[in-house]
């Protein structure tokens, strides 16, 4: 099958995917006085939309594939993977030692909600690493497939922009930086579907791509576990972080239903 025709099709549907972080970004610039309460929401909305795409979604499909054994392995390999990397951290820059207090404007709490925004972001950007991937396949196999799909993981990318762009606000005070740092996770998507064309479609199968995928859910999960919800429970708003976790999940559940 001659799949060159649909290359370029390809690439312009993952990209736009990929870019429509850039919407849940500029969320930050309809802000106007930052809240704790706001920070307590956004964080569990996150974590709900990591869990849930994690569990419903990524870790479902790279089972169906790679089998029970496969995916679970996987899985836990990427929540050792990025487990190990926070551990190497410096005690001394490490959010989980510093002792905060409740003051928005603190040096060290804007460090501590900078750090969660990136480590959003670069969780969001390995999973929308395969995401381009899947995208190109289907779009070269079958045009049609390749926009729904596309449109499905444009509809979850908002959210997603969200959930990097708010934290990255609160600490900076910059929606400027708040949008880029956003629009940027969003490139993981065709720079996946780029990498895809030039090195791994030829040995591309589904296989690889589910067992990123099941790697990608367990750093998701881990962000969620140690970042983002006991950051959002700092600051004593527990059920609006609960609200935000349901909020963020009902959200993707809905965006599935639709689609």
Known sequence: MDLSGNIVPALILTTLAGLSTGIGGAIAYFIKKPKMI???????????????????????????????????????????????????????????????????????????????????????????FPEGLATLGASLANLKLGVV?????????????????????????????????????????????????LILLPFLSAGVLSSLMAFAAGIMIYISMDELLPMAHRYGHSHTVIAGIVLGMLVMAVSFLIL
Do not use: C, W
């Open 149 to 197: 799909i596309a449109l499905a993981i444009a509809i979850h990318n908002i959210p997603e922009g969200i959930s990097v762009s708010v934290p990255i606000f609160y600490a900076t005070k910059d929606k400027k930086k708040a949008f880029i740092y956003s629009f940027l996770s969003g490139l993981a998507e065709p720079a996946g579907a780029i990498i895809g064309i």
């Open 38 to 128: 706001y920070l307590s929401l956004s964080l569990g909305f996150s974590a709900g939309v990591m869990i849930y795409i994690s569990f419903m979604e990524l870790l479902p499909r790279s089972i169906d594939a790679i089998g029970k054994l496969g995916g679970i392995v996987v899985f836990f390999a990427g929540i050792i993977v990025i487990a190990l990397i926070d551990m190497s951290i410096p005690a001394v820059k490490n959010p989980h030692h510093l002792k905060v207090s409740s003051d928005f404007n603190g040096a060290q709490i804007d460090k501590t909600i900078m750090r969660t925004g990136i480590f959003t972001a670069l969780a969001i950007a390995i999973h929308n």
